[in-house]
């Protein structure tokens, strides 16, 4: 039984075979390997002598962009999917130009042997990437004590979902090493089908949970499904024999007989693969960890304002605005954040910003994540001159005005704020709030003993 199915394996494919073949090799081909010159220009850019965990994370996550614009992965959206359309109609018209040139041919084994190698790779770095920004706890990081203040509703439910997996690191480190440890069994041809399978279950849930919560990654994590689907598809058959109809099964034949020379390649391309994207990325991203991550400002703030603050007085033009909720001009509570960011809690409706997808700022630039996804709140960088006692607020918003304001610590730890704002002089008195909270007073759950 087992040498009838080996004989199998080489017998010649049948005509409705290999015009399927050449019809997936197209369109794979096609979804996996970097045919943008946009690509090779983002590449050549790259110092490779000192490489950042953008450059190689941008890299592990190319899809190919033929109709929905450019390389910057904040462009990407469900029109994704119109690029599928279009390399479909292109592997058409690539399988009907085929079929007539390529009469004689009576199997496909070795292009359909390169075929899954290069889509297990490309699927590898991909989820190789992603493991580490989990199972180092940066890609959902602790909530912010802005955060912390803003209601449930002026959260978007991305937002929602990120800082939620933000609060239980152990678990964001346990998916990622399931993602790595799926990505680094690709590597190796013999576990691939295992490590396929383990990602049409992960990354299917990942697909699920970006529907459920409005996340951006939505095409992208169909797009690596359906490289698994594709890697899984030609050990199926076997899989079905050997556990549900207990058929005795032969491994798969190698069609190709490698030379000296070019299993010399294949362990030096394997090689690279390994200490760009396992050694060096894995290395780069535990650093970033280290540093505190890169969703926030790497700036360090004033220590002496650190923390919540109420607004106890706020003055316009001289005139007194009393505590309102209603009030759209008069500011509710203001934070500190301990790095270089300053919000400020209004009752007022801003446009959410929701870049929702993963994106590594490069080299010392801002992360758009604080003011992502959220209303009510307005974020501001700040550089403190502690001489003059003046503070440069940069509004985070695209649409945004910066600021300047001058400040002053009182004995009592309260601040005073002054400056003008939009055109008006304001005054704001702000008392510190030494406000505890749940999440970090009570590491241990409701039932742990609690002193407020």
């Known amino acids: 039984m087992e040498r009838n199915q080996f004989n199998q394996q080489l017998s010649d494919w049948k005509d409705y075979e290999k015009i399927l073949f050449r019809f997936f090799f197209i369109y794979f081909f096609l979804q996996v390997f970097p045919l943008d010159w946009k690509y090779y220009r983002h590449l050549l850019s790259i110092n490779w002598l000192h490489p950042q965990i953008s450059d190689v994370f941008n890299i592990a996550k190319y899809t190919p962009q033929f109709i929905s614009g450019s390389y910057d992965a904040r462009n990407w ?34 292009l359909y042997y390169y075929l899954r190698i290069l889509v297990r790779y490309r699927l590898a770095i991909a989820v190789i990437a992603y493991g580490f920004l989990k199972l180092f706890a940066v890609q959902a990081p602790f909530p912010s004590v802005s955060n912390l203040n803003t209601p449930y509703g ?16 152990g678990y ?19 576990t691939s089908p295992i490590g396929a399978t383990i990602i049409i279950f992960f990354i299917g849930n990942v697909f699920m949970s970006n529907l459920a919560y409005e996340g951006g990654e939505i095409v992208y994590s169909f797009y690596l499904v ?52 396992v050694l060096g990325y894995g290395f780069g991203v535990h650093r970033t960890a280290a540093k505190g991550g890169y969703h926030f400002s790497d700036h360090k703030g004033l220590e002496a304002l650190n923390g919540l603050y109420t607004v106890t007085s706020f003055q316009v033009n001289g005139r007194l605005l009393p505590y309102s909720l209603t009030d759209t ?21 801003y446009h959410v910003v929701n870049y929702n997808t993963e994106d590594i700022p490069a080299g010392n630039g801002e992360s758009s994540f604080e003011q992502s996804g959220t209303t009510g709140r307005v ?15 940069v509004n985070k918003s695209p649409e945004g005005q910066p600021l300047q304001l001058t400040y002053a610590i009182q004995p009592d730890q309260s601040v005073i704020l002054s400056g003008l704002a939009n055109g008006d002089t304001i005054r704001v008195v702000l008392e510190k709030n030494n406000k505890k909270y749940l999440l970090k007073t009570t590491p241990k759950g409701r039932r742990s003993s609690l002193k407020l």
């Open 77 to 110: 959206g469900l029109a994704t999917f119109a690029d599928w359309g279009f390399i479909a109609l292109v592997a058409i018209a690539g399988t009907i130009v085929w079929s007539l040139l390529d009469k004689g041919k009576t199997h496909y084994k070795q």
């Open 154 to 169: 002026d959260l978007t439910t991305w937002k929602i979902f990120s800082l939620s997996l933000g609060i239980v690191p």
């Open 172 to 190: 964001q480190s346990f998916l990622g090493a399931v993602e790595l440890l799926a990505g680094i069994l690709l590597l190796f041809r013999k």
């Open 226 to 277: 359906v490289l698994a689907l594709f890697l899984v598809a030609y050990d199926l058959q076997r899989i079905i024999n050997l556990l549900v109809l207990n058929v005795p099964v032969s491994p798969a034949a190698l069609p190709v007989s490698w030379t000296k020379q070019q299993q010399l390649i294949r362990l030096i391309l394997k090689s690279a693969v390994i200490l760009i994207f």
């Open 329 to 349: 001009v008069r500011w509710q509570d203001v934070v500190f954040e301990k790095w270089a960011t300053l919000s400020i809690k209004v009752n007022k409706n």
């Open 379 to 393: 974020y501001y960088d700040y550089k403190a001159d502690t001489t003059g006692h003046v503070l440069n607020l």
